[in-house]
């Protein structure tokens, strides 16, 4: 299968344009203002001594600066807007001014500690900052095809085979990135070292002998450093009075269990947390951070695809399988253990202890992409349409300014949406994955094309010979598609659809946790000559509401259901029903209607019910929650006669 950029596909969709565009107007512009004011950027200038200052935000805090010339590269090669071509030229000169001779860039080292490097893999994501690095240099010469940055990444990564290559099993980053940049940089530049240093990263997972010593060790060096950090800050203070005022913005509310502390440690010292309790062939369940779990399979396939392993294969399956069928929440919102930022334990998902970071299900998206191209299998594409529209969408508010971190199904009280938080680390993340959307659409081969995603757009496709394809798709609203397939000239192909999972309602079934269950996808194969004049498909997609149950081992499920709608999760928020306790509601399923309602949240189908008492309720999509302040949400609701 061969993939097209997001550029060569043309995307006129009613649901996703407008916030295409919203994310390129308003949120990139909203994200540089943020790393402007909590002096991210600053640590740059103070790195290459053109600032006076103190360096601000975590360890890993250049990773946001990197990542937001990622999203803003991939939104400039859908449109060329000189204003962010200038703020992207001035962040790019000043890499270079701060890059060190030999190619190393983090700026916590550079300035409080210029004579150590790569002291704290595990705990200070420094190779996980030059993986960001790498990355956003990669996606800066495809949309521009200019070398700056890619330049300043290729001596980077240079000096990460100078120094890694063949090194001990201990020299791998506590969170995974650094692998699909390898990977990504060895795409553009074809250098070899590159895929064989992403390749040996990530074998040394789960490799490290007396792994809970090294990590104890990392803590206290992590800690030491730490310690010596804020000493240099107070005097910095003390010597500078107006510099006290200043404050990062605060992080992300998330509800968490009782010993939370202990339960991080009881995690991560055995290496679950960092996906480091075992060699990779034998990571066959989801582990710890999710993120950082998704980064690793998602690095993993895409060796894959360069050099094929069944065995590899096979571990990734597995581990997909596990999370679909038991670690997963209907959103398709990952990480069920807020204390580990990560996964709990089969069929441990609870609502309002959700975590399901946004970056969680991006990095999701990314591996769910790259099992398409391996297996050739529906079930990727259509867990990437489900996290799509649900556990990624949530995470952006619909003017672009406001952002959520976690995305639980149940909030009482405390997870609103902010402007920034003191780790952005989803704001961006989304952005560049918005730019992206339209490569995600197809892949092709000779005589075959895929549809994956339907959303309305035209491009040109080569199965052999050119194709002109124009998808036409009322989605996520309602369920009419039309196809216009049109080859230069003559020609007989297959072309693929995917049939989503909630399009069969017949067999819903409840073989997972969750109640989704993607693994009921398919391709629909038509094969034909089609001509040169052009030919229409039209098909519609089932769009009645449906009622899902969570598997009867998910505790305080029983009795309960989820509400979704074509790939859409239901939710009831507070704002919509005032005077009703949305926790205790007992629907009346017979009383389910949907109405579209144009002055909504920019015109949306809701959906209509009545409690047992007779009260009207209102739900509305979940990934639209909390964009009109502050307020109460739930995603599961009682139902009378249900389990
Ligand atoms: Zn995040």
Redesign the pocket.
């Known amino acids: 299968m061969q993939e097209l950029t997001a550029r060569q596909v043309n995307l006129s969709d009613s649901f996703w344009s407008p916030r295409l565009a919203v994310n390129a107007q308003k949120a990139i512009f909203h994200q540089w203002e943020q790393l402007e004011a909590t002096r991210c950027i600053d640590n740059f200038r103070i790195a290459a001594g053109e600032k006076d200052g103190f360096r601000e935000g975590w360890v890993f805090a250049d990773s946001d600066a990197y990542k937001w010339l990622d999203a803003a590269s991939r939104i400039y090669m859908l449109q060329a807007d000189p204003e962010l071509a200038s703020v992207m030229d001035s962040l790019i000169a000043l890499l270079a001014r701060a890059q060190a001779r030999d190619g190393y860039l983090f700026t916590y080292n550079q300035i409080h500690f210029p004579d150590q490097r790569w002291v704290n893999l595990q705990i200070e994501h420094e190779l996980y900052c030059h993986g960001h690095l790498i990355e956003a240099g990669v996606f800066h010469y495809e949309a521009t095809g200019r070398r700056e940055l890619l330049e300043i990444c290729i001596k980077a990564a240079d000096l990460l085979v100078r120094d890694f290559l063949n090194a001990s099993n201990d020299k791998t980053c506590g969170h995974e990135e650094i692998e699909i940049a390898l990977i990504r940089l060895y795409r553009v530049t074809g250098k070899e070292d590159y895929l064989e240093l992403a390749r040996q990263f990530v074998e040394r997972r789960g490799r490290t002998p007396f792994y809970s010593l090294h990590l104890w060790g990392q803590f206290r060096s992590y800690n030491k450093r730490k310690e010596y950090v804020n000493e240099l800050r107070k005097a910095y203070v003390a010597e500078h009075p107006d510099y006290a005022s200043f404050r990062l913005p605060g992080g992300n509310f998330a509800r968490k269990p009782r010993f939370s502390r202990e339960r991080w440690y009881l995690n991560a010292l055995p290496g679950l947390y960092a996906q480091q309790h075992t060699p990779i062939r034998k990571q066959t369940t989801p582990v710890g951070h999710s993120?950082r779990f998704g980064y690793l399979e998602t690095a993993i396939a895409m060796l894959l695809r360069v050099k094929p392993d069944p065995t590899l294969l096979s571990t990734l399956e597995q581990a997909w399988e596990r999370m679909v069928t038991g670690r997963m929440y209907i959103t398709g919102g990952l990480g069920s253990a807020p204390e580990i930022e990560g996964f709990g334990a089969d069929y441990d998902l609870d609502p309002e202890y959700a975590y399901a970071?946004?970056?969680?299900s991006?990095a999701s998206l990314l591996w769910n992409w790259e099992m398409t191209f391996l297996t050739k299998e529906a079930r990727y594409s259509d867990l990437f349409e489900w996290q799509l529209y649900n556990a990624t969408t949530v995470g952006m508010g619909q003017n672009g300014d406001t952002y959520l971190?976690n995305n639980p199904l149940a909030v009482h009280a405390g997870v609103t949406r902010q402007g920034w938080y003191v780790?952005?680390?989803?704001p961006s993340?989304l952005s560049r994955t918005y730019a992206d959307l339209g490569k995600y659409i197809y892949s092709a081969e000779e005589n075959h094309l895929w549809i994956h995603q339907y959303i309305t757009n035209e491009t040109r496709v080569d199965v052999g010979a050119p194709v002109i394809i124009k998808i036409e798709s009322e989605l996520p609203w309602r369920g009419k598609i039309k196809i216009h397939v049109k080859p230069e000239t003559e020609k007989e192909f297959e072309i693929h659809l995917r049939m989503p999972s909630w399009n069969t309602s017949e067999r819903k079934g409840d073989a997972t946790a969750s109640g989704f269950d993607p693994r009921h996808s398919y391709y629909e194969t038509i094969q034909r000559v089609w001509s040169s004049g052009g030919e229409t498909l039209e098909f519609n997609f089932d769009m009645s509401i449906q009622l899902r149950h969570a598997h009867p081992k998910v505790k305080g499920h029983a009795g309960k259901v989820s509400i979704t709608r074509g790939p859409l999760v239901y939710c009831l928020e507070s704002v919509d029903n005032p005077g009703v306790d949305i926790f205790t509601a007992q629907l009346e399923p017979s009383s389910l209607r949907e109405e579209f309602v144009p002055d909504l949240l920019d015109g949306i189908v809701v959906i209509h019910a009545k409690t047992t008492d007779g009260i009207s309720v209102k739900f509305i999509p979940y990934f639209l929650w909390a964009n009109r302040g502050e307020s109460q949400m739930t995603v599961w609701v009682n139902c009378r006669q249900s389990r």
């Open positions: 993120v970071e946004t970056c969680a991006i971190y780790v952005p680390c989803c993340n």
